[in-house]
C-alpha cells in the first residue's frame, strides 16, 4: 500500500519551509513513527515521521527544496521491506552515484564531504550497510577532522616560484539557513523600525547565591529540579512588569496593546541560532516550574524538538550572554515586544558599602526599550524594581 508523505500544515505566519535533511533513502527499511525527514522553517525545525513500517518508494522532494504546507515530499510502501524490491534499491542507488563516487555515502554526505574537501575513508560511518551519513560527516567536522590540503600542481619551468604560505588557509562557504536568515531580518528590522534605547544597573548577586546556596539540596529533593537564578528573575521580572505595564506592552501599528498577563521569553542558543520559547502566564508559576519549564526548553532546543505555538506570542523576553562569559551586551529587542532584559556574567568587583569596600558578587543588567512606548523614566525604574527585589528577595515573597 503506498502512502503519500506530506509536509506539515504549517501556520498561517509560515509561507514555506525548506527540506533539510533525508534520514531515511528509497528502499531503506523503515519503522512505524521513525524520522523521515527534517523541515526547516523561519521559526523550527519540525519532524516528519513514518506512518507504518514499509520504506521510501521514491523521493520527490530533495535537500534544500523548498515546499508548502502539505505539499507531498515523497511516497512511502507500507509493509515489510521485501527482498527483491531491496535487491532493485540497491542498483539502483550505485546507478544514481556518478563515475567514480562511493555509493555508501548518502548524497547529503556526499555534498558535504565535496564541499569540506574530505575524504570519504576517513568519516566513520554509522548507516546502514556502513553507508555514510550527513550526521557522520557533521561529527567528523565538529571533532577536528579537517581536508587534506590537496597537493600544489608543479609550476611551468619558466614560471617564478610563488612563496608558499605557512600553515593551512581553509576557507568554507556554506548557504545561510532559513532560521538564520529570518533571525538576521528581524535584528535588522527591530533596530530599523523602533527607537531602541538600552538602560543599565548592576544587582548584588550576593542575597540570591546565599539562598540558593541554603536551599538548592532542599529544593532538588522536594521539587525534582535544580534551583537556578534565572526562575528568580522570571519571578522578580513579572513583579516588575505588573508595576510596570507599558514594559509588558506591545505596539500595533499606532495602537499601543497592554497584555494584562506576563508571557515571559526565555531566550535559548541552539546549533541552528536563537530561539525564545514562551513562559506563559508567569505570575502564577512557582520556581519549580519555572526551572522546570526552562530546562525542557532547553532540551528541546538543542534537539530541535521545539513547536511553534511555544515560541509564538510573548510580551517581555529575558536573555542570558553570561552563561558565555559576557559582562555587557545590549540586547536588541524581539518585535512586537517593547523591551528586553540581558542578564550577564557574576563577577567579583570591590564596592563601597556604609563607606567600607567589600567584594561582592556583581552582575550588570541591561534593558534595551523602544522609545516610542516607553520612556526612560519608566524604564529605568522597572530595572531598579528587579534590582531591589533580587538583592532582597524576601520582596517577592511579601511583594513590597
Request: glycine letters at 8%.
Amino acid at each position: 500500500m503506498s502512502i503519500e508523505i506530506k509536509a506539515p500544515t504549517f501556520p498561517e505566519s509560515v509561507a514555506d519551509g525548506t527540506v533539510a535533511t533525508w534520514h531515511k533513502q528509497p528502499g531503506e527499511a523503515v519503522e512505524r513513527d521513525e524520522l523521515l525527514v527534517d523541515i526547516e522553517t523561519d521559526k523550527v525545525v519540525l519532524e516528519v515521521v513514518a506512518p507504518a513500517n514499509g520504506s521510501l518508494k521514491e523521493i520527490f522532494k530533495e535537500e534544500d527544496a523548498t515546499v508548502l504546507s502539505d505539499e507531498v515530499l515523497a511516497v512511502f510502501v507500507e509493509g515489510d521491506v521485501a527482498a527483491a524490491p531491496a535487491a532493485e534499491a540497491a542498483p539502483a542507488a550505485e546507478a544514481a552515484a556518478p563515475a567514480g563516487e562511493d555509493a555508501s555515502v548518502n548524497p547529503a554526505a556526499r555534498k558535504l564531504i565535496e564541499e569540506n574537501g574530505l575524504n570519504a575513508a576517513d568519516v566513520a560511518a554509522t548507516g546502514k550497510d556502513g553507508r555514510i551519513t550527513k550526521e557522520d560527516v557533521l561529527n567528523h567536522l565538529k571533532s577536528g577532522g579537517a581536508a587534506k590540503p590537496a597537493a600544489a600542481p608543479a609550476p611551468a619551468a619558466a614560471a617564478p616560484v610563488a612563496p608558499v604560505p605557512t600553515g593551512e588557509r581553509i576557507e568554507k562557504r556554506v548557504p545561510m539557513t532559513r532560521m538564520r536568515a529570518t533571525i538576521a531580518k528581524r535584528l535588522v528590522a527591530a533596530q530599523q523600525d523602533a527607537a531602541m534605547l538600552t538602560t543599565y544597573n548592576e544587582v548584588n548577586m550576593k542575597p540570591v547565591m546565599d539562598l540558593r546556596k541554603k536551599y538548592k539540596d532542599q529544593f532538588e529533593k522536594v521539587h525534582g529540579v535544580k534551583l537556578g537564578f534565572m526562575s528568580l528573575f522570571v519571578k522578580a521580572s513579572t513583579e516588575a512588569l505588573k508595576r510596570f505595564p507599558g514594559v509588558n506592552a506591545s505596539l500595533d501599528g499606532n495602537d499601543m496593546v497592554y497584555h494584562g498577563y506576563q508571557d515571559i521569553g526565555v531566550a535559548v542558543s541552539t546549533e541552528r541560532g536563537l530561539v525564545v520559547p514562551v513562559l506563559r502566564d508567569t505570575d502564577s508559576m512557582s520556581l519549580a516550574e519555572i526551572e522546570g519549564s526552562i530546562g525542557d526548553f532547553a532540551k528541546r532546543g538543542r534537539d530541535g524538538k521545539l513547536g511553534m505555538n511555544e515560541m509564538q506570542g510573548g510580551t517581555f523576553t529575558i536573555t542570558n550572554g553570561g552563561v558565555f562569559g559576557s559582562l555587557m551586551s545590549t540586547p536588541i529587542l524581539n518585535p512586537p515586544q517593547t523591551a528586553i532584559m540581558g542578564m550577564h556574567k557574576i563577577q567579583d568587583r570591590p564596592m563601597a558599602v556604609n563607606g567600607q569596600v567589600e567584594i561582592l558578587p556583581m552582575m550588570y543588567l541591561a534593558l534595551s526599550y523602544d522609545h516610542r512606548m516607553i520612556d526612560g523614566k519608566e524604564a529605568v525604574q522597572f530595572l531598579v524594581t528587579i534590582k531591589d527585589l533580587l538583592e532582597d528577595p524576601a520582596r517577592l515573597l511579601l511583594d513590597v
